[in-house]
């Protein structure tokens, strides 16, 4: 089946700090899954926060990047430098056309952004 | 205002108890989610819900048991709780559109059975 991998569980980094979240997925289906990032505030729902559907394409939001990368099988979410509001819990997350409504989420991974 | 809301928030309830959880959405998005998260996984998909009455198990249904009456409310039932059930449950809900539609999320319920 699908699954989704996220090493860290959490991360803590200075304030203006690079960031690197790692993410990577194994599918059995023939066709390349659509790949996602989403992002849980404190006392907030998941929201999306970038999509990529199509292999080799680079997907940014709010100043985080991930490259889907169909050889090594990843999507790192990435920022050149993080601020204190960036602190959240990220989840990534696989999707198997033509299932569309089917998502496979990561375990997550706490940041702590600090001052 | 584009929101899901859940209720109630935090739950505790003893073993063999019946447990309700609430969801509700302003968007009439025709798909509804339900979700848990334990420790150290990721969400797994409990009940999908197409629309009214329309309702499909997901990756781990056993033990519950869903209802959607109206489009924009869907709630979760847990007949008899169990210990294993504690866990954190969101609910979510799409468009329905073809290709992949944005999954919006309410902030969670933490249930503890005891």
């Known amino acids: 089946g699908d699954s989704v991998t996220q090493t860290e569980g959490q991360v803590t980094v200075s304030e203006s700090k690079s960031l690197i979240i790692n993410c990577t997925y194994s599918t059995t289906s023939i066709a390349y899954p659509n790949l996602f990032w989403y992002v849980r505030y404190p006392g907030e729902g998941l929201q999306l926060l970038l999509k990529v559907i199509t292999a080799g394409q680079k997907g940014s939001s709010r100043g985080f990047e991930a490259t889907y990368n169909k050889e090594t099988t990843s999507f790192h979410l990435q920022k050149a430098s993080v601020q204190e509001s960036d602190s959240a819990v990220y989840y990534c997350?696989?999707?198997?056309?033509?299932?569309?409504?089917?998502?496979?989420f990561g375990s997550g991974t706490k940041l702590t952004v600090e001052p | 205002d584009m929101k899901v809301t859940q209720m109630p928030r935090y739950l505790i309830k003893r073993m063999g108890e019946n447990v309700l959880l609430e969801c509700g959405q302003d968007m009439s998005h025709e798909t509804m989610y339900w979700y848990r998260q334990d420790p150290g996984l990721g969400l797994q998909l409990i009940y999908i819900?197409?629309?009214?009455?329309?309702?499909s198990e997901g990756d781990i249904p056993k033990g519950y048991r869903v209802s959607r009456k109206k489009r924009e409310h869907f709630s979760l039932i847990l007949d008899s709780a169990k210990t294993n059930q504690t866990s954190v449950y969101f609910c979510?809900?799409?468009?329905?559109?073809?290709?992949?539609?944005?999954?919006?999320f309410g902030p969670g319920t933490r249930l503890t059975v005891l």
């Open positions: 819900s197409y629309d009214v009455d329309s309702n």
């Open positions: 979510a809900s799409s468009s329905g559109t073809g290709g992949y539609a944005e999954q919006f």
């Open positions: 997350a696989l999707g198997d056309p033509p299932n569309y409504n089917v998502l496979y």
